[in-house]
């Protein structure tokens, strides 16, 4: 199919010895009903805003794909470069078969928690992270769609217009953790963080957030 430029596959997870993990990806992400729905098309690039589903492994993309996307940007994982790009060149489709065996072991680049001590652990590794830098990646996005020629309007600009405008809310909120409830109180009560983010794991991460990692930015700074 022509029209198609990636295609990602569900994976079984296993561990170092290959022995089966009772996972599969897909149920370790804790994909949403919605987003299990959502085999191809505009849900597909909403999803991947919210975070990355592709595994590089599992994936098979045009080379044309490639060329597009480069240079990868900054802060992105390739796989997931490649993802939503892929959304704005073509056809991106989700096949739900499980065609690879993912092995955890101790030198994965990314991995997948399949414990809650592991899910604890990424929990508070993301939120060290901080805002800014999700702001930060959600700026070179849209910066790079419009060199793309993605037109104004279109759906796929829209989303990344709207997922920005709620980072940059998160980014508002103040160093202090304790002065940071009513803001995200407030957010989770608009459902925010469910339409732009993960839910109560993306509220927790701001709330735990070190201090020095937050930062305001001003909203020109979109463009």
């Not at 849900?43 to 490639?66: D, P």
């Not at 739900?96 to 508070?124: E, I, K, M, W």
């Not at 002065?179 to 709330?207: E, K, M, Q």
Request: charged share 20%.
């Amino acid at each position: 199919d022509p029209s198609v430029v990636l295609v990602y596959t569900e994976a079984k997870l296993v561990g170092q010895a290959l022995q089966p993990l009772a996972r599969t990806l897909f149920g370790a992400l804790r994909l949403s009903a919605r987003e299990l729905r959502a085999v191809e098309g505009i849900e597909v690039f909403r999803g991947l805003l919210k975070r990355n589903s592709v595994a590089g492994a599992g994936s098979a993309v045009k080379r044309r794909l490639v060329e597009i996307a480069r240079p990868f940007e900054p802060g992105f994982v390739h796989d997931e470069w490649l993802a939503l790009i892929a959304c704005l060149a073509g056809r991106v489709v989700r096949l739900d078969q499980t065609l690879l065996l993912y092995r955890q072991h101790g030198l994965n680049q990314l991995g997948v928690p399949t414990s809650h001590l592991a899910r604890l652990r990424c929990l508070f590794s993301a939120a060290a992270i901080g805002r800014r830098s999700v702001v930060a990646r959600l700026q070179r996005l849209h910066a790079r769609m419009l060199a793309l020629g993605v037109s104004a309007g279109s759906a796929e600009l829209e989303a990344v217009e709207a997922t920005l405008a709620f980072a940059l809310r998160r980014s508002a909120l103040p160093e202090a953790r304790f002065l940071r409830l009513p803001g995200v109180a407030r957010l989770w009560l608009a459902g925010d963080y469910s339409r732009y983010a993960r839910g109560l794991s993306t509220a927790l991460r701001d709330l735990l957030e070190p201090p020095h990692g937050g930062g305001r930015i001003a909203l020109g700074a979109a463009a």
